[in-house]
């Protein structure tokens, strides 16, 4: 029996590359939450995380970056389902492209503060 293959090719757009995100922003996540999890809650203990253990931890560039991927791709993520769940009730091309470039500025700007106060630290 022969059988022939249909090749199909489509280019990538901005929702299936929101989608792939989506999935990778989970998968890394899920390694990085349950690190900052176990550390805090079961190695350091909750009731000892204060003010000076913060910024004992943000003076060491490792956990510096560390935080920020946490913050970052958190916060990306979180932006992504609000952005689908938004694109629910808007229906207009128009409207969907103002949301995604409000959506990405907001997660932009708040990413800086965010990292801003992380590598700026804490003053002892």
Do not use: C
Request: proline share 2%.
């Amino acid at each position: 029996m022969i059988t022939l293959k249909r090749e199909t090719s489509f280019k990538p757009n901005y929702e299936i590359r929101a989608w792939k995100y989506m999935r990778l922003s989970a998968i890394l996540l899920v390694p990085l939450v349950w690190i900052h999890t176990i550390i805090n809650t079961l190695i350091v203990g909750a009731e000892n995380i204060n003010l000076n253990f913060v910024a004992t931890r943000w003076a060491n560039i490792g956990w510096q970056v560390y935080d920020i991927l946490l913050l970052t791709f958190a916060f990306s993520h979180g932006v992504n389902g609000l952005r689908q769940v938004l694109f629910d009730f808007t229906q207009s091309h128009t409207a969907r492209r103002i949301l995604n470039m409000l959506l990405l500025l907001f997660w932009i700007l708040l990413s800086l503060v965010g990292a801003s106060a992380i590598l700026g630290g804490i003053e002892k």
